[in-house]
């Protein structure tokens, strides 16, 4: 999941500077090519996004059956969530 976060960091740095490069230029052709670089990258960001977001779906599912598996264990069920 880090490898993931990490990965989108790169990629909003990678669009800000795609940013910057298209405010000087004027071809259509180069506007195309930075559009679908631009294209990819969300692409890519949307999809780790949701890898990411399945995990944490996950590791929220396991602490609530943990907590319900473990009713008088308050201070493992809630270091759980907290981490």
Known sequence: M??????????VSRIEKLKV???TI???KDIKEIMRQLDGI????TG????????????KRLNEQHKQ????QTAI???????
């Open 2 to 11: 880090l490898l993931g976060l990490e990965q989108i960091q790169k990629n």
């Open 21 to 23: 490069k298209s405010r």
């Open 26 to 28: 004027a071809k259509e």
């Open 42 to 45: 969300m692409s890519e960001t």
């Open 48 to 59: 780790k996004g949701g890898k990411i977001k399945a995990a944490l779906d996950n590791i």
């Open 69 to 72: 598996g473990n009713k008088g």
């Open 77 to 83: 069920t809630q270091m759980r969530i907290n981490l």
